[in-house]
Every structure is written in C-alpha cells, then in structure tokens.
C-alpha cells in the first residue's frame, strides 16, 4: 500500500491579504493534509513526495492561482503510520502550472511553464513607405531616385520568459541548436496563437540539478514577439538593372552620371517605384516540439 490521503484536507487553516510590490496585493492560504503511510519508518520525503493529491511546490493551485511556496510534514506521535502535512499557498513568483494531461505528475519534466511579460523594445526597421494617408509615399527623393541611407522606423516588440524543466539527458548542443530561433509555424502561448516567425527565441540559461527528487535541466526562455514577423526587409535598389539578359548600369538623365535606381523584385528590371524584398535570416524551429503548454 503506498502513501494516502485520508479524507480530504483537514478542516483547519488560514488566509492572508499583504501589501507587496508596487501597488501588487499578495493573497495567501494554508492548509493541512492527514496522510496514511505504508509502515511506522516511512520518512519524512517520501510523505512530501510521494503521496497522490499532495500539493506540489512551486505549482499554482485554485482559482486565484496561488502558488505552494512551502510544504511541511509531521508524524503524529501515537500513530506514527498518519502525518499531518501543512501547505502554504501565495501568489508571487509562480513559474510552473499543472499538465492538464497528469496534473498530480511530481516529475517537474512534465509541468507546464508560466508565461511572464518581462519588458517592451524598440527596433529600427527599413521603411518602405510613409505614414501619409490616403496615399502612403515610397521612402524615395523627387527624381523618383532611393536615398543613400534608407528612412527607418523605430518599432515596438513585446518580450516575454519562462522557465521550463528538462530531460535530464540532453546535451548542450539541444540549446544551442535552439537559441536565436524563430518559431517555424503558428505557436500557441499566453492566450493568443503567434504567426510563423513572429516569435524570436533566445536560450538565458540552463542549470542541470535535482528538482523535487527528479535529475532535471532547468533552463530559462526568453521571447521577442515582433507582429511584422523577425524577415529582413530591404529595398530593391542598386546601381544596375536587367534589360532582357543584358545587365545595364543605371544612368542619370544625361546619361552622364550613375545613379542608384529602383528595380522591380523579380527580373531585375528598371522600376519607378523599387519593390520591397523579404529576406529570412533566422534559423526556423518547431516550438511545439519542445515548449509544453498545456
């Protein structure tokens, strides 16, 4: 017979409102548990740890999503096969969440991370065309020729990290293999489902230790969302352009001076208003392969 609970938690506990961080309130509750063991030398781990139903450190638990910061057991002094066994629930600086698939599982390889949105970026990016309405304007001057340098905007991106446990077994090469990617299809994370190559990902760190009785990594994401997708963009200009297949230096009017000119994308050829040409430069994964989110 293994570890139990007897009945459900003991009608005894308390609850707590405190001020925290900035204008945060932290709410906080605690409970006990009555648990019955196989003999009178179980220890002291193998009650926290390895009976079903027993909160689990560091996961979020009922609907205010608080998470068991700290789990306590005792041996009951005239029947030393029951325990009772304290949990302290807060919210605060949750990181994991039950699998909706084992959500009693104590392997930490198995639990779900939480999404945290840490900071907003900025990003210079090529303008392709202004913000004039009703007509946007091509980035170009009156000759209808592009600028030496190309106009940039600065852009706004989203990031956010998590912290997920880890076969014990992968080699650093699986975090190399992952940092400085982009999400090769549409990713679903934080309540919304991101765009192929919307999502920049970025390996922190990766500590390999044991985490609640289980050999585990450790290792933490960190995520640049960018709506326009992580492409390079860039003008199709250059001080050549194709006529048929001969490829012909672009001239000023006199025909005396070369120029910069615009080109139309695909051929090569002479265009008034030069295309735009999107370029991948970021290695492309499958997030879904690795990332649990359910």
Not at 19 to 37: C, I
Not at 129 to 149: E, H, I, L, Q, Y
Not at 169 to 198: E, M, P, Y
Request: hydrophobic share 35%; proline share 5%.
């Amino acid at each position: 017979m293994a570890n139990e609970l007897v009945g459900s938690e003991l009608r005894k506990g308390s609850g707590f409102v405190r001020k925290g961080q900035g204008f945060s309130l932290v709410f906080g509750e605690s409970w006990s548990f009555r648990v019955k063991t196989d003999d009178k030398f179980t220890s002291r781990l193998s009650v926290l740890t390895d009976t079903p139903g027993l909160p689990r450190v560091g996961l979020l638990y009922g609907p205010l999503g608080l998470v068991c910061d700290d789990l306590t057991a005792e041996r009951d002094e005239k029947h030393p096969i029951y325990w009772t066994v304290d949990a302290k629930f807060q919210t605060g600086t949750e990181e994991q969440k039950q699998s909706q698939e084992n959500p009693d599982s104590p392997d930490p390889t198995t639990w779900t991370p939480v999404f945290k949105i840490d900071s907003f970026v900025t990003k210079e990016r090529v303008l392709v065309a202004d913000r004039t309405t009703p007509t946007a304007k091509k980035p170009v001057n009156s000759a209808g020729t592009p600028f030496d340098s190309p106009l940039t905007e600065t852009r706004s991106l989203c990031q956010f990290s998590f912290v997920q446990f880890e076969d014990a077994g992968q080699k650093l090469k699986a975090f190399l293999d992952r940092n400085d990617t982009v999400n090769q299809a549409s990713f679903d994370a934080i309540g919304q489902v991101f765009d192929a190559r919307t999502l920049l990902l970025e390996v922190v760190e990766a500590e390999l230790g044991s985490y609640a009785g289980f050999a585990a990594w450790r290792v933490k994401y960190k995520v640049t969302y960018d709506p326009d997708k992580h492409d390079e963009l860039r003008l199709d200009v250059g001080p050549y352009y194709k006529d048929g297949a001969e490829l012909k230096r672009y001239m000023d009017d006199t025909n005396t001076f070369g120029i910069i000119g615009g080109l139309d994308g695909t051929t090569g050829a002479k265009a008034s208003d030069p295309a735009t040409l999107t370029f991948r430069c970021k290695k492309e994964i499958n997030f879904s392969s690795f990332i649990r989110t359910s």
